[in-house]
C-alpha cells in the first residue's frame, strides 16, 4: 500500500466501549487513514476525547495533535467517508447505515441490523475474509457496501472451531459462553465496578442496568428470549456461524450466560466430529492456526482465563481434549478465552477494513484514497 492510499474514516458510535477500543485498534495497527470523524448521539455531542500520538500521527489535520470532538450524527457526516465503523446499537445502523453508503463510505457494521441478511457479508477475516474479496465471488464482481461483524461469541468460538471443520468437518457443538460486562458495554461494565465498591464498603447494590445484583452472580444471558426458548445471544451464535462456515447441517446447541467479569468472555465448546481427529493432531491444527495461541498447561492447571486474554489479539485455546463419551476420534472439548471488545468486535472490524483496504478493487471511483 502507497503513502498516498490513505482513507477518510468515520466512526459512529465513538464514545462507547466498542467505539473507544477501535480509536486504540487503529492506532495500534497504523490503519492508513488521513483524517478521522467521531459521531455519536446529541447527547454525547461536543464529548472530547484525546487521542494519543500514534493516532495523531497517522492524521493530516491541523488539528490533528489537539483532542477530537465528537460531532453529532446527521445526515451531513459522512461526506466525504471512505469508511465508516458503526459501533452502535442495531436501531442506529438501520436508520443511517443506508445514508453513509449513499454518501459514499463502505460501512462495517458491529450492530446485528445487517448480519443475516444474505446481500451483506459476516466476516471473520482468519476464517472466511477470502469470501469479501470480489475476485473471489462470480456474483459480486464489486466491494460490497455494508460488511456486517460477528457476535462477539461467534467469532471468538469460530477462531477455535474453524480449523477443525477445515480438517476433518463438525456434525455438532454444543457450546456454553460465560460472557463478561464488556459485552454489554460500558454502562454494564461501570456498574459491575460499581457493586464490588459498594460491597467492599457495605453499602447496597445497585441495579440501574441489569435488573439484579450482577456481582457474586450468574444469569441467563440479558437477552431477549425467544418462542423456542433459546436467548437472542443463543440464536445469534447459533445462526451466524452456519452463515459464516457456509454450512446449515452443523447442529448446534447454545447457552450463554453472563459471569462477573470485567472484561473477555470464556466458551465452553464440545464437538462431534465427521472424521476422526486425536486430541494431539487438533492441537497442531490450532497450534498453526492464524488468531489463537495455546495455552493447555496440564501439569500447573494453567489454562485460557479472561484475566490473561482481556487486551490480547488474539483467543486463548485450551483443555483440548478428546471426549470418551463419543466414539473414538470424534468427540474433542476445547476451553477458550477472548477479550469482547478487541477480537470479539473492534480488531475485526479493523481487519475487515485492512482486507478492504488492500484488494485492487478499493480503487473503485466511489472510494476517494487520498
Not at 24 to 34: C, E, G, Q, T
Not at 94 to 105: C, F
Not at 227 to 252: C, F, M, P, Y
Not at 314 to 332: C, K
Amino acid at each position: 500500500m502507497t503513502e498516498r492510499q490513505r482513507f477518510s474514516v468515520a466512526i459512529v458510535g465513538a464514545t462507547g466501549a466498542v467505539g473507544r477500543e477501535l480509536l486504540d485498534v487503529l492506532a495500534s495497527r497504523r490503519f492508513p487513514m488521513h483524517s478521522l470523524r467521531l459521531l455519536a448521539s446529541a447527547r454525547s455531542a461536543g464529548t472530547v476525547i484525546e487521542i494519543d500520538s500514534a493516532t495523531a500521527a497517522l492524521l493530516d489535520n491541523d488539528g490533528a495533535k489537539q483532542p477530537l470532538v465528537v460531532e453529532e450524527l446527521s445526515a451531513k457526516a459522512f461526506d466525504g467517508v471512505d469508511v465508516a465503523f458503526f459501533c452502535a446499537s442495531g436501531n442506529i445502523s438501520s436508520q443511517w447505515v443506508e445514508t453513509a453508503t449513499a454518501a459514499g463510505a463502505i460501512v462495517i457494521d458491529n450492530s446485528k441490523a445487517f448480519r443475516m441478511d444474505p446481500n451483506v457479508p459476516l466476516i471473520v477475516p482468519e476464517v472466511n475474509g477470502e469470501t469479501l474479496l470480489p475476485a473471489a465471488s462470480k456474483t459480486q464482481p464489486r466491494l460490497p457496501r455494508v460488511v456486517a461483524n460477528p457476535n462477539c461469541s461467534t467469532i471468538i468460538a469460530l477462531l477455535a472451531i474453524a480449523p477443525l471443520h477445515r480438517a476433518v468437518g463438525i456434525s455438532r457443538m454444543v457450546v456454553s459462553t460465560y460472557q463478561a460486562a464488556s459485552g454489554g458495554g460500558a454502562a454494564m461494565m461501570t456498574e459491575l465496578e460499581d457493586q464490588a465498591r459498594q460491597f467492599a464498603a457495605g453499602q447496597p447494590l445497585t441495579t440501574n442496568v441489569l435488573d439484579r445484583p450482577y456481582l457474586f452472580n450468574v444469569f441467563s444471558h440479558n437477552s431477549p428470549i425467544g418462542v423456542d426458548g433459546n436467548n437472542e445471544e443463543e440464536a445469534k451464535l447459533i445462526r451466524e456461524t452456519h452463515k459464516i462456515l457456509s454450512d446449515d447441517s452443523i447442529g448446534i446447541s447454545a447457552t450463554c450466560v453472563r459471569v462477573p467479569v470485567l472484561r473477555a468472555h470464556c466458551e465452553s465448546i464440545n464437538l462431534t466430529l465427521k472424521a476422526p481427529l486425536s486430541e494431539n493432531e487438533a492441537r497442531e491444527l490450532l497450534r498453526r492456526a492464524p488468531g489463537v495461541s495455546i495455552v493447555d498447561d496440564r501439569p500447573n492447571n494453567r489454562f485460557p482465563e479472561p484475566v490473561n486474554a482481556s487486551g490480547l489479539d488474539d483467543v486463548l485455546i485450551g483443555r483440548i481434549r478428546s471426549d470418551a463419551s463419543q466414539p473414538e476420534g470424534l468427540g474433542l472439548n476445547l476451553y477458550v478465552a477472548g477479550d469482547q471488545l478487541r477480537k470479539g468486535a473492534a480488531l475485526n472490524a479493523v481487519q475487515i477494513a485492512e482486507l478492504i483496504a488492500t484488494t485492487s478493487a478499493v480503487q473503485q471511483p466511489s472510494l476517494n484514497p487520498c
